[in-house]
């Protein structure tokens, strides 16, 4: 494994294995004064689960829209799903 204080690998490649072995946690809280409950659906858009992926997470957890904890692997995630304001946007 090349070493960056000898001049082999890159501080991608090695963040990247470093956050391997890490669970990435995504909660949602609402306000106060909200009906829903204290905790949302914080499962991740489609452009959050490319950055999730990109840096390399195996594994995360977040809330379902049922209110119910989900872990899964990044490579098992799928989703469609498009925030507002991406939408808005046209990303």
């Not at 004064?33 to 959050?48: F, R």
């Not at 594994?59 to 872990?71: A, E, H, Q």
């Amino acid at each position: 494994m090349p070493s960056p204080k000898c001049g082999g690998g890159s501080a991608y490649s090695l963040s990247r294995r470093k956050m391997r072995k890490y669970t990435l946690y995504i909660v949602r809280r609402h306000s106060e004064n909200s009906n829903l409950g204290l905790w949302g659906d914080s499962a991740p858009c489609i452009h959050c689960t490319k950055a999730i992926r990109y840096y390399g997470f195996k594994k995360i957890v977040f809330i379902d829209k049922y209110g119910c904890l989900v872990k899964k692997r990044v490579r098992d995630y799928k989703t469609n799903f498009i925030t507002s304001c991406n939408k808005l946007y046209n990303y």
